[in-house]
């Protein structure tokens, strides 16, 4: 880079001297020419700065071409970020002291920008009021309009929104009182309330976007996707959920690929509410928009939101590397940036160079002119030869110097380039090294708090062990004192007939004895008959729980959980996941009345959930619009990936039948099913406790469902439970290997359309 600015300079100087021969007015067409020439597309924006200035030394500030080339000058300068620069050339074309003319508006407008960009936005503000009461005088109302809009650009730009929402709020008066068409007034009041959004004033920026919204109706396009956008992240901000992803799963039917932020908003909304699937499944739609458009910093957060949700998951090695993907990805956003303000500082310093060198030339340029005066008379006086070559070697000796001296100053130069370059390689290894050092922390303080969960868990065990042993030795003594009882009641029969034997005599005895036997045989039997009434009131108590628990859980899980010593116990075992998904849900079931999509959700569901129980599954958790289901936990048939293979083309062919008849009206499915092992078990708290399913299979199985979107089909199934199908239901009529989200490796899936199995 600076071998290519000392090259330049060297261009120059050889332009210079080049052009010694020439008068001063050839010089300056010649000079004015070559920059009017430079190509506008160029990009070594120093080489044009460089022509511009060489003209500018030639000319007085009374020149025609003064004007232009500081004009020219200033813009180059914008270009290259450096606006101190451009205002100080600005400043040449134009008097901001005198009254405004009309000739003189875009200078001050570009003067007014450089000031804006440069942090003055003071200055700019008091130069662009001058402009606004000049069009206000001349009753140019667009040129007011114009202004305000100009204005409030340069106070956001500088991170004043609480100034800017004035004459934003003066805008949308001026363009209300001059009868802008719907789309420009609609257009203000979504800047009105992304001005309030970002003072955190988030009910009235709601407001106008609501305005805005009214004025377009049912039109507006891509402004009225943009209003859902902003209003569903101002209800974001007010942690008003539900009307978040009502705006923004709107606005997501038209998306483009400059909208990718709402999927970051949506995850994050999701997994507030603990809907971890849902959240999951726009982190991943975020990551591959950001990926696309290599915006960096959208997808240093959405990793972040990612490693939130894998640790939500307990998916701690997805989550580590996640956030390691999030911190490398921020390292790699702040080193650009400091490069990027580096190269500034470089062009800067470079182009400030280029002048003073250009100066300089101008100075001995004026010293040859002089010289070659000087030669003149020496060849006219023949006395004065031997001083002049005196003073020519002189002259040598200095230029040889001069040239000693820029040598050693390249050389140091070079040095510091090299230290600097040395200290930056030192200064990225220690940090590399502390990253890696809060890797190592987070890392044994994720495992420390593994620890002691696992430990808290242990204990909880311990107590209801205790608690369950307390309550057997309980249950044994009144097993005791009822066999004591018994023997004490056959003891009272066997003296009873003792005495019969003996006291047969004494009828009367016997009389009074038999009746207060009698008496106690009708407590006896009231005894036994209340015996009897509570166990019946047991056995239908037991028949309640287990309907109460079939209607909350499948009727398999709540036989385990009946019959289980231990509730809490997690087993892993092989098992089928299968996922359901109803296409187009959110559009179909937008404006419906709550009442009536409960109603079709019944509907849907009540026919396949029976299919599911059917052919041996457990419905573990409904999503939506769609449920997950498991064969082969808690209990397999020994045939759980043919039962679920055979439960979906159930489920297709009922669907399709219900549908011909009315029943239900004209909708899709999609099914994904994979098998591997999985961890079963209930998860929960001492009061709420859940039977769950959980491993790598169920994200799996997942993703196959979502592959159908893709595919256009119906039914995703993996190559395990596709190969464990008999002769007459291979039917799938094409086959890939994809790879999934969170996986290294391909996996084989067969894919089947409708037409493969209708009935």
Not at 597 to 626: E, K, P, S, W, Y
Request: hydrophobic share 40%; aromatic share 8%.
């Amino acid at each position: 880079m600076m071998i290519k600015y000392w090259l330049t300079i060297c261009m120059f100087s050889i332009s210079i001297f080049a052009g010694n021969s020439q008068e001063d007015a050839d010089l300056i067409e010649k000079l004015y020419k070559d920059a009017k020439q430079t190509s506008t597309t160029s990009q070594d924006n120093i080489i044009k700065v460089s022509k511009w200035i060489k003209l500018l030394n030639e000319i007085a500030e009374t020149h025609p071409y003064y004007i232009e080339s500081n004009r020219n000058m200033a813009s180059i300068y914008s270009q290259e970020h450096l606006y101190a620069e451009a205002i100080t050339h600005f400043k040449k074309c134009v008097n901001i002291d005198k009254n405004i003319q009309e000739k003189d508006i875009d200078l001050l407008l570009a003067l007014s920008n450089a000031y804006a960009r440069n942090g003055e936005a003071g200055k700019a503000i008091e130069l662009l009021t001058k402009i606004k009461s000049y069009h206000k005088n001349k009753n140019n109302q667009i040129g007011q309009i114009n202004t305000l809009r100009q204005m409030v650009v340069s106070l956001q730009s500088n991170n004043d929104y609480k100034t800017s929402l004035i004459y934003n709020l003066e805008l949308a008066q001026a363009l209300k009182s001059y009868t802008a068409d719907k789309q420009e007034l609609a257009t203000i009041y979504n800047n009105v309330g992304y001005n309030y959004a970002l003072l955190k004033q988030y009910q009235d920026a709601i407001h106008h976007y609501d305005e805005a919204i009214k004025l377009l109706g049912s039109g507006g396009g891509a402004l009225r996707n943009s209003l859902l956008i902003n209003r569903g992240i101002a209800y974001y901000n007010l942690d008003e959920y539900d009307e978040c992803i009502k705006n923004l799963t709107n606005a997501e039917q038209h998306i483009d690929d400059n909208s990718e932020q709402i999927y970051i908003i949506l995850a994050n909304v999701f997994q507030k509410k603990n809907d971890l699937t849902q959240a999951l499944y726009y982190a991943d739609k975020a990551e591959n928009f950001n990926i696309k458009n290599n915006n960096k910093e959208l997808l240093a957060d959405t990793y972040f939101v990612k490693a939130e949700i894998y640790n939500s998951l307990y998916e701690y090695e997805t989550a580590i590397d996640y956030y390691q993907k999030f911190l490398k990805l921020r390292d790699e956003i702040a080193f650009a940036e400091r490069l990027r303000k580096e190269q500034l500082l470089q062009s800067q310093l470079a182009i400030e160079r280029a002048e003073k060198e250009l100066k300089l030339l101008r100075i001995e340029q004026n010293n040859n002119k002089l010289t070659i005066a000087q030669l003149k008379l020496e060849g006219e006086k023949n006395d004065l030869q031997l001083n002049n070559l005196k003073l020519d070697s002189e002259k040598k000796e200095q230029q040889l110097l001069l040239l000693n001296r820029e040598k050693q100053v390249q050389e140091a130069q070079y040095r510091n380039q090299a230290l600097e370059t040395k200290q930056i390689s030192q200064a990225l290894l220690i940090a590399r090294q502390k990253l890696d050092n809060e890797m190592k922390d987070r890392q044994l303080f994720t495992l420390d708090q593994f620890k002691k969960y696992q430990q808290l868990e242990i204990e909880k065990k311990e107590s209801q062990l205790k608690q369950d042993q307390k309550e057997k030795e309980i249950l044994l003594k009144d097993q005791q004192i009822s066999k004591l009882e018994i023997a004490k009641e056959k003891g009272f029969r066997q003296n009873l007939s003792l005495a019969l034997l003996f006291l047969g005599a004494l009828l009367c005895f016997i009389y009074i004895v038999y009746r207060n036997k009698k008496e106690d045989h009708k407590k006896l039997t009231a005894a036994y008959t209340e015996l009897e009434d509570s166990e019946q009131k047991v056995r239908a108590a037991e028949i309640k729980i287990k309907e109460l628990l079939n209607q909350q859980l499948s009727g398999a899980v709540a036989d385990q959980l009946l019959a289980a010593d231990d509730s809490d116990q997690v087993v892993a075992r092989e098992a089928c996941i299968f996922f359901l998904d109803i296409r187009n849900f959110t559009p179909f079931v937008a404006n419906k009345p709550p009442g009536e999509i409960i109603r079709f959700q019944n509907d849907m569901f009540a026919f396949m959930i029976d299919t599911i129980l059917d052919h041996g599954g457990v419905v573990n958790t409904f999503l939506g619009d769609g449920f997950m289901a498991t064969f082969g936990a808690p209990v397999s048939s020994g045939q759980d990936n043919r039962d679920a293979f055979n439960a979906a083309i159930s489920i297709q062919n009922g669907l399709k039948h219900r549908i011909k008849k009315g029943e239900l009206p004209d909708i899709r499915i999609g099914i994904g099913l994979f098998a591997g092992k999985v961890v079963a078990g209930n998860v929960g708290s001492d009061r709420r406790k859940q039977y769950s399913v959980n491993g790598q299979p169920v994200i799996t199985a997942s993703r196959l469902e979502q592959l159908n979107k893709e595919f256009g089909s119906t039914i995703v199934v993996s190559k395990k439970v596709y190969d464990e199908m008999p002769p007459h239901l291979k039917f799938a009529t094409k086959f890939e290997s994809v790879l999934l989200k969170g996986m290294d490796h391909l996996v084989d899936v067969a894919i089947l359309f409708d037409k493969d199995f209708e009935s």
